[in-house]
């Protein structure tokens, strides 16, 4: 139901199977299941004087092409898609392993791939005016920040982004990160430096992420840089972000 184009149904008032791969008769040139495509078997139109008997077909054969199957075939059944010999039993593209053969992995790091970069578009789609009074915001804040704020010593000065980080308890708190760290690295961060349950490793668990305080997330992608999300404006040096659980 899913392929309705796909293959044919036998010609065979009795069958009707449908095939994926049908096979042509060469006589009446109409399409039959493996089970009814010798002339014989389907009582075959043409001229009967015409059609060969069982003894006189010809002994040429044709061996299966995939390794260590033996098995031979009266009629040449080649793939579509490689060109190759196959039996009955092989002829499918996922039995013979056809180096033709799209693999759905490869979709699959498309399909992320493709995912992704959509998540980034939409992740920078801000008015204008909301833009420039969230970094202006930012900007007064983040003197307080640079002050008050918590985070690894040993970060270089022009390396750090500081945010107001509104925790699960209710309680503010400022933080510091890398711009190298990627957001999954900041969240376990900043749990840690708030002294968060983090459940983020645990599958069925709720899960930490950051949020703007308009309730928008910031990234569903914990792979992303900082420096990413700065450059594209998604997030600001000194902003307030909400820490929260969601469940997965």
Request: glycine share 4%.
């Amino acid at each position: 139901m899913e392929f309705p184009s796909l293959g044919k149904r036998c010609s065979m008032d009795v069958c009707q199977q449908l095939d994926i791969l049908p096979i042509c008769c060469h006589f009446c040139r109409q399409s039959f299941c493996k089970t009814h495509f010798q002339p014989f078997d389907h009582l075959c139109s043409s001229n009967q004087d015409s059609l060969p008997k069982p003894s006189d077909i010809p002994h040429e054969m044709h061996v299966c092409s995939l390794p260590h199957c033996s098995t031979k075939e009266l009629i040449n059944m080649p793939c579509p898609f490689c060109d190759l010999h196959f039996c009955l039993h092989h002829r499918h593209q996922v039995e013979h392993n056809c180096s033709k053969l799209e693999k759905p992995v490869e979709k699959m790091v498309q399909t992320a791939e493709l995912v992704r970069q959509i998540q980034m578009r939409n992740a920078g789609k801000k008015s204008c005016r909301g833009m420039k009074s969230d970094k202006l915001s930012a900007k007064v804040q983040l003197m307080k920040l640079k002050q008050n704020s918590i985070g690894v010593s040993e970060l270089p000065a022009e390396e750090r982004v500081h945010f107001l980080v509104q925790t699960p308890l209710q309680a503010n708190m400022g933080v510091f990160v890398s711009t190298l760290w990627s957001v999954g690295k900041c969240i376990d961060y900043i749990a840690c430096a708030c002294k968060i349950t983090n459940f983020n490793n645990i599958t069925g668990k709720p899960h930490l992420n950051l949020f703007t305080s308009s309730g928008d997330c910031l990234s569903e992608n914990m792979d992303f840089t900082i420096t990413e999300m700065v450059d594209r404006e998604i997030v600001f040096n000194g902003q307030t972000v909400i820490l929260k659980y969601i469940d997965q």
